[in-house]
């Protein structure tokens, strides 16, 4: 059974800084490229950050770009370190896996496994 768990979130002032992790389970995560995702209140889930399985490559939306930085490591754990944080960022944050192809790392719909997600709320 794949289980994605996320932790990390809360709340910070408008400026702060949070580091989100995700623990992956039930799965070869070597094989999985791994990305995060954000719904607030009212919206869609978008895009975050993406990493492929060598670490070689790596994609963030414009929004976040230049702020947060996504890394994995060999031990199952997916991260995302957030600095600069605006209340524009407050959402649910959600850790997920696929095994398709990079090029369609942007689509929600291209994840085969998603976690639960985890608030993060900015206050200005």
């Known amino acids: 059974q794949v289980q994605l768990v996320e932790s990390g979130g809360g709340l910070v002032q408008d400026g702060g800084s949070l580091r989100l992790s995700c623990a992956a389970s039930?799965?070869?995560?070597?094989?999985?490229?791994m990305g995060w995702f954000r719904q607030a209140p009212g919206k869609q889930r978008e895009f975050v950050a993406a990493?492929?399985?060598?670490?070689?490559?790596s994609d963030y939306g414009a929004s976040v770009k230049g702020r947060f930085t996504i890394s994995r490591d060999n031990a199952k754990m997916v991260y995302l370190q957030m600095n600069s944080l605006k209340p524009e960022d407050t959402a649910v944050y959600y850790c997920?896996?696929?095994?398709?192809?990079?090029?369609?790392?942007?689509?929600?719909?291209?994840?085969?496994?998603w976690g639960q997600g985890t608030q993060v709320t900015v206050s200005s």
């Open positions: 997920a896996a696929t095994l398709k192809s990079w090029g369609n790392r942007r689509y929600r719909s291209e994840y085969d496994y």
């Open positions: 990493i492929d399985w060598s670490r070689s490559n």
């Open positions: 039930g799965l070869t995560f070597r094989n999985y490229a």
